[in-house]
């Protein structure tokens, strides 16, 4: 059974930051790709930022140059930090982890909102 935990949401006024954290426990014995996916109350779920194994990063648009994800091959653990925040980030952000089985894991999902 593998476990998927994300943590580090909360309120924040606009132009501050936060940082992300999900770990994956359990029977997973080698995780390909990590990412984080976000949704906004009546939007549909949308990808932010995927790591790989090896290391490459990719982020939505709308994100680049404010949000870093990082990754921890060591703690099974994967982290978003999150500068410059915006109204708009305001959203349930969603961890998803990968196996190299292709099995696809997510978590329970943590809120961040920004507002004044």
């Known amino acids: 059974q593998v476990r998927v935990v994300e943590s580090g949401g909360g309120l924040v006024q606009p132009g501050g930051s936060l940082r992300l954290s999900c770990t994956a426990s359990g029977t997973i014995f080698r995780i390909n790709d990590m990412g984080w996916y976000r949704q906004a109350p009546g939007k549909e779920r949308e990808w932010v930022a995927k790591i790989t194994g090896g290391g490459v990063t990719n982020y939505v648009e709308s994100v680049k140059g404010r949000f870093t994800i990082s990754r921890d091959n060591t703690k099974n653990s994967v982290y978003l930090q999150m500068n410059s925040l915006k109204p708009e980030d305001t959203a349930v952000y969603y961890c998803?982890?990968?196996?190299?089985?292709?099995?696809?894991?997510w978590g329970q999902g943590t809120q961040v909102t920004v507002s004044s």
């Open positions: 998803r982890v990968v196996s190299n089985t292709n099995v696809v894991y």
